[in-house]
């Protein structure tokens, strides 16, 4: 991602005078690139996982670690406020998790509300994943009047001013007038009620994952006691999202202070909690992986320099600290990378591998390209289409009613699941391109989903292959021998044979499934005509799939 600098802000964070060249070099060896340097404005460009640095604050926090201007873990003092906010019951399938924090005396202009805000955003369309499991809100303290709640409202009940608007709206109003509720309205449009945040004495802050009020909620000038809220559906994303935003507030010297979050089952959380988590690394581990030969004083510098807190524990074996805004750490593996960094990849020289090996193409890639050499030596030309497409495509015009893998919030219908057959996908490309000459003989080797329980990611992947034939008049026969062509120069000859069968997509009669050893793995067919009408393809087609082995091995 990008993130824009001022230049002079960004070198004031730092805390010390560098010429460009020098910045430009200390960013490219924390793996951040800058893109473009004009004038005072210097954009980098940072890797997703590092959402601690998708501002200028974090970035400077990076870059003072790793010229040893303040290495070490980064401490950012907490006092409690013995402040509260209340999750009431009714929440736990909407919009279950809080979390809070104050930040005190921090530093505003023009300039750095819209640092903050373009933070905000970056963090809930990256960590919040779109606002789905994370959504953050930014108010002035000083006008909220404590104990907050946070309580399920029913959409006709929630009445307030939001964000850059004049009027008071109604929640389904927001949803369907307000530019960020057509955004992000689905999130919350299914439940019954929605989530509501509001003051003791009744004032909204916000529609969480939707506005903030343009009372509460609009940052000024003049505003330099910011309170934050992060809520969402994942605990864990939430602090995490809340740390990052609150100690990027405090490195523009912001005093942080806390608050007690009480749930319906009188749990408690008070938020934020800097802890750092503890994760213990051996030596022989870092240095195998890294291919170095560090020493404990090494690594401990190398650690420090890439922000950690570390300290020996015992004879070959460091803690190390992480700090609670680097939610990019889930294996030693990452904090052995950031050793290589904080060393110095300019330091490490480089080798001959010890092992030497050579690539090749998997089986089942060497299986496609085999079927397309055959495919295109009888005369069909090769399409590709996308895996993502419409279920009215995939089954209601082809007449089938197969299990679909569906993607959560689409931006389009036309592209809100995955292709379960490559079938629907070229009888569409043919009715596109009727203006063509006939006869048209198409085909696609690709891959696609099918849901399986199953499987760890509950898809199962298939490649197949597809062909189809449209023209004035078409011969199912010699389809069925252009298939046998293609099956006998796979190796399959004597393997394979038709069995009549039924498909709502092809004419009845007109139909067969393809045997191997005695076992479907595929079907072919004439096209029904009402199938034909359904997609407005003027011309007789017939065609075939076959599913190929996902190892390449029949």
Request: hydrophobic fraction near 40%; glycine fraction near 8%; proline fraction near 6%.
């Amino acid at each position: 991602m990008i993130v824009e600098c001022r230049i002079d802000d960004l070198l004031n964070l730092i805390g010390r005078k560098l010429p460009l060249e020098k910045l430009e070099d200390t960013l490219f060896l924390i793996k951040a690139e800058v893109e473009r340097a004009e004038g005072n404005i210097i954009e980098v460009e940072v890797n997703p996982d590092r959402q601690d640095m998708l501002s200028t604050e974090g970035i400077a926090r990076a870059v003072r670690a790793f010229l040893r201007i303040e290495t070490g873990l980064r401490k950012y003092p907490v006092k409690k406020s013995g402040l509260q906010a209340i999750v009431k019951p009714g929440l736990s399938k909407i919009r279950p998790y809080l979390s809070c924090s104050i930040v005190r005396g921090v530093e505003t202009d023009d300039e750095l509300i819209k640092e903050y805000m373009h933070l905000q955003e970056a963090l809930t369309a990256t960590h919040g994943r779109n606002r789905n499991k994370a959504s953050i809100g930014l108010y002035v303290f000083d006008d909220i009047e404590f104990p907050l709640i946070y309580a399920p409202r029913k959409p006709e009940d929630i009445s307030f001013v939001p964000l850059g608007y004049d009027v008071e709206m109604d929640g389904p109003t927001i949803l369907t007038d307000h530019e960020k509720g057509v955004d992000f309205g689905s999130i919350i449009s299914g439940f019954k009620k929605w989530p509501l945040l509001f003051d003791s004495k009744g004032e909204v802050l916000s529609l969480p994952p939707i506005i903030n009020s343009n009372d509460l909620g609009r940052i000024t000038t003049e505003t330099h006691n910011i309170f934050v809220e992060v809520t969402g559906t994942h605990l864990p994303t939430v602090n995490q999202a809340l740390n990052i935003m609150t100690t990027s507030l405090a490195e523009r010297g912001g005093k942080v202070e806390s608050l007690t979050v009480v749930y319906p089952n009188a749990m408690t959380h008070e938020t934020p909690d800097f802890t750092p988590e503890l994760m213990m690394i051996t030596t022989d581990e870092i240095n195998r992986l890294s291919g170095l030969d560090l020493s404990i004083a090494e690594i401990i510098e190398a650690l420090g320099r890439t922000g950690y807190g570390a300290k020996q524990r015992k004879a070959g074996q460091v803690e190390v600290q992480i700090p609670g805004y680097r939610v990019d750490i889930l294996h030693p593996v990452d904090v052995i990378e950031d050793i290589a960094i904080g060393y110095g990849f300019d330091r490490i020289e480089p080798g001959m591998p010890q092992t030497m090996t050579t690539g090749k193409a998997k089986p089942v890639t060497g299986l496609k390209n085999k079927v397309r050499d055959l495919m295109v030596g009888v005369g069909y030309q090769e399409i590709m289409s996308y895996v993502m497409s419409s279920p009215d495509l995939l089954n209601e015009k082809v007449l089938r009613d197969r299990p679909l893998v569906v993607t959560g919030n689409p931006k389009s219908r036309d592209y809100s699941v995955l292709r379960n057959s490559l079938l629907p996908i070229l009888l569409a490309f043919a009715a596109q391109n009727q203006h063509a000459e006939y006869p048209q003989k198409i085909f696609e080797v690709g891959e696609i989903a099918i849901p399986d329980e199953m499987m760890e990611t509950r898809i199962q992947q298939i490649p197949s292959v597809c062909g189809l034939v449209t023209d004035t008049t078409v011969n199912i026969t010699d389809l069925a021998t252009e298939i046998g062509f293609l099956l006998r120069n796979m190796g399959l000859d004597g393997r394979f044979a038709y069995e009549k069968r039924s498909d709502p997509t092809f004419i009845k009669g007109r139909s067969a499934d393809i045997l191997l050893d005695g076992e479907p793995i595929g079907l072919f067919g004439e096209v029904s005509p009402e199938v034909l009408s359904n997609l407005e393809l003027g011309t007789p087609s017939v065609a075939f799939e076959i599913f190929l082995p996902r190892d390449g091995h029949w």
